[in-house]
C-alpha cells in the first residue's frame, strides 16, 4: 500500500486534493475493496459519494485517508476540505456532510444543532495534538512562557498591545512568570473563530484566568481580537516566520512540518518548567496544551452509504499509519480500541472522558 513519506509533498498533494473530489482512474478488480472493512475481499465493488469537511487541524489525516482509500476503491468520489471546526459543525448538522473533523468536541449549542436537524452522529476519537506556540527561527528573545504570560500578551486585557513591552504591567498585576518581556514588536498570527484550534487554545490557556481570576464576563471571547486571523495553517506559519518576534499557535503536524521556518516557544502551565511540543511529551501527558482530535459520521449515512461505512473502517484499520504520516500523536490503545469499538456498535452521540 502506498505511503506518504515527503511531507513537503504531501502538502502539495493535499492543496489538490481538498479542492476537488478524490478521482482515481486505476483499478476495478475483486482485489480492489481489500482495505475496505465491511465490502472487502470479493464483494460488488464500493461505489458513492463520501464528503468531510470541518477542522483545518485533522484535514491532513481524513485527506490521506481519502487518497489511500480511493487507490483500492476508485469508483467512490471523495471530498474533503478544512475550513474549521465550527463551519463544519454547521455544514454537518443541516446534513450537508457525511463526516465532520474536528479539533475539539461537539459543544452543546453543536449538538442542539444537529438534534434540531434530525442528524443522529457518532464521535470518534482519533489522535492527540499539541497546540505549539510559535514564533519565528529568528526570535531569540523569549524562551518560555506560561499560561498567564501567554494571557497577558493574548488575552482580552491585552488588545491594543503592539510591542511586547506593553504587557508589562498587565503580567505584573497577574502574576505571569517570565516578564518583563522585550521592547520589541508584537505581531501576532493565528487561527480565527471559525477554528477549533482557536476555541481549544482559549479554553485551554485562557479561560482560567480570564474567567475565574479576571472576572471577565462570563462566555466573553478570552481572545483578544486584534491580531491576523487566518483559517489557512500555511498563512499563519508564512505570517509567524516573516515577523521576528511573531507570536502565534497552530497544530502539532504544522509546526513539524514547518521546522526551518518557525520554533516553538517552550510552555508551563504555571512557572518555569516549561515543556517543548514533542511526539514524547505530547503523548506522555506532559505538553499542557494537548487536546484529542476527532472526526464526526452521521449515523442514518452511516447505515445506507455502504462506501461511507467502508471509509470508516479503513480509516480506523489504518489510524496508526495515517496519524505517523501526518505528523500527529497516536492515542492510546485503550483510547483507539474504544473509539473502534464505538463504531462497531454504532454508538451515538458524544462520549464523556
Known amino acids: 500500500m502506498f505511503r506518504v513519506r515527503d511531507k513537503a509533498g504531501f502538502r502539495a498533494l493535499l492543496a ?50 481519502a487518497e489511500l482509500f480511493s487507490e483500492e476503491n476508485p469508483d467512490v468520489g471523495l471530498s474533503v476540505d478544512g475550513p474549521g471546526t465550527g463551519d463544519g459543525f454547521e455544514l454537518f448538522c443541516q446534513g450537508k456532510t457525511d463526516i465532520s473533523d474536528a479539533s475539539r468536541a461537539i459543544e452543546p449549542e453543536e449538538q442542539k444543532a444537529c438534534k434540531d436537524g434530525g442528524i443522529e452522529y457518532i464521535e470518534l476519537k482519533v489522535a492527540i495534538d499539541g497546540i505549539s506556540v510559535l514564533t519565528s527561527k529568528n526570535n531569540n528573545e523569549i524562551s518560555c512562557l506560561d ?31 517570565h516578564a518583563p518581556y522585550p521592547d520589541v514588536p508584537l505581531a501576532i498570527t493565528a487561527p480565527g473563530e471559525e477554528s477549533g484550534t482557536y476555541d481549544s487554545f482559549g479554553e485551554i490557556v485562557l479561560e482560567g484566568t480570564a474567567y475565574d481570576e479576571r472576572k471577565v464576563e462570563e462566555d466573553a471571547p478570552v481572545i483578544r481580537p486584534d491580531y491576523t486571523a487566518s483559517g489557512d495553517d500555511n ?73 461511507l461505512q467502508g471509509f470508516v473502517d479503513f480509516y480506523l484499520a489504518e489510524l496508526q499509519t495515517l496519524v505517523q504520516e501526518t505528523g500527529y500523536v497516536e492515542a492510546p490503545e485503550d483510547v483507539i480500541s474504544a473509539t473502534t469499538q464505538v463504531w462497531e456498535d454504532r454508538e451515538t452521540g458524544t462520549r464523556e472522558g
Not at 151 to 176: Q, R
Not at 261 to 286: F, L, Q, R
Open 147 to 177: 499560561f498567564k504570560d501567554l494571557y497577558a500578551l493574548i488575552g482580552p486585557e491585552s488588545e491594543g498591545f503592539k510591542n511586547w513591552s506593553d504587557a508589562n504591567s498587565l503580567a505584573e498585576e497577574i502574576g505571569a512568570t
Open 235 to 307: 498563512v499563519i506559519i508564512q505570517g509567524l516566520s516573516g515577523d521576528e518576534t511573531s507570536l502565534g499557535w497552530v497544530g502539532y503536524a504544522f509546526y513539524q512540518e514547518n521546522t526551518d521556518k518557525v520554533k516553538a516557544i517552550p510552555i508551563a502551565e504555571e512557572g518555569d518548567n516549561c515543556i517543548e511540543p514533542t511526539d514524547e511529551t505530547i503523548a506522555a501527558g506532559e505538553y499542557p496544551i494537548a487536546r484529542d482530535l476527532f472526526f464526526y459520521v452521521n449515523s442514518k449515512k452511516a447505515e445506507s452509504n455502504e462506501a
Open 16 to 65: 489538490a486534493v481538498t479542492l476537488a473530489l478524490v478521482a482515481v482512474a486505476c483499478g476495478g478488480d475483486s482485489d480492489a475493496n481489500s482495505g475496505s472493512g465491511s465490502n472487502g475481499g470479493s464483494k460488488e465493488a464500493l461505489t458513492g459519494e463520501i464528503v468531510a469537511s470541518g477542522s483545518s487541524t485533522v484535514e491532513p489525516i481524513t485527506s490521506l485517508a
